[in-house]
């Protein structure tokens, strides 16, 4: 299967104004994850899509390709899928989409995610890290359940699993796993996604992967046992981002 990735990226966020445009060790941001993702090999061709002329003219000066699409997408997902659909793009088969704030990407957790899909497994899927506890509490974090098979049964920003009896606290630390913002999707499911209403379950969460879920579709879970980097949200992770990277970079 050909694989097209693509990068949302919107310059409207509000807890870090012009997020892909602020610098990450004197690159914007922007240009950082497209580095990572095209660098990585798991898609035939990259490119950022974005609502920002600025941010696609910060993308084409290094070298990248970027697309305009539409400001009045809800999701990213939805601005993948008008990518997508471009007549440059059509003779892809499968799409990966990497979040424009995830300069630190696992590459492992991208390319098992892609497998699941171009090995004919799932017709969608995403990855997941193995946490600990201590981030059930915590509503900004989404967690995931699977099964034995790596379908994903729930997305939530409760804590899953629920701790019944304090006597399993040990099978529960083997039970949590942490969402990471990676999707791949065959042209089909990803068609058949956008295509769905927003479902109460994605309305209440605020997590548009319950939209696929909800209506039946499989969605494989890659489970990455390894230490990932979250994304940069604010100016503290930017911060801690800048003060990271040289060791990133070489390491």
Avoid at 1 to 11: C, G, K, S
Avoid at 21 to 49: D, F, K, S, T, Y
Avoid at 204 to 227: F, H, K, S
Wanted: hydrophobic content about 45%; aromatic content about 6%; glycine content about 6%.
């Amino acid at each position: 299967m050909r694989t097209l990735a693509v990068i949302p990226a919107r310059l409207g966020a509000t807890r870090l104004p012009r997020k892909p445009l602020r610098l990450l060790a004197n690159l914007p941001l922007i240009v950082r994850v497209w580095q990572r993702v095209a660098a990585m090999g798991v898609a035939e061709h990259c490119v950022v899509a974005t609502d920002s002329e600025e941010v696609a003219q910060a993308v084409r000066s290094h070298g990248g390709n970027a697309v305009l699409t539409s400001s009045e997408h809800p999701s990213g997902t939805d601005r993948v899928a008008e990518v997508a659909r471009r007549p440059e793009f059509l003779a892809f088969d499968a799409v990966v989409n990497v979040q424009g704030d995830e300069p630190f990407v696992s590459a492992n957790a991208v390319r098992r995610a892609v497998s699941l899909v171009t090995d004919g497994r799932f017709p969608l899927a995403t990855a997941a890290v193995r946490a600990t506890p201590a981030i059930l509490g915590n509503s900004n974090v989404v967690k995931v359940v699977a099964a034995d098979d790596q379908r994903a049964m729930y997305f939530s920003r409760a804590p899953i699993p629920f701790l019944r009896d304090v006597s399993d606290a040990a099978v529960q630390s083997e039970c949590v796993w942490q969402h990471l913002g990676i999707y791949v999707y065959t042209r089909a499911a990803l068609e058949h996604w956008v295509a769905l209403p927003v479902h109460r379950l994605e309305h209440i969460e605020r997590l548009e992967q319950l939209r696929p879920l909800a209506a039946g579709l499989p969605i494989g879970v890659a489970m990455i046992d390894e230490p990932v980097r979250v994304g940069i949200d604010t100016e503290d992770d930017l911060e801690q981002a800048n003060r990271d990277w040289a060791h990133f970079s070489t390491g």
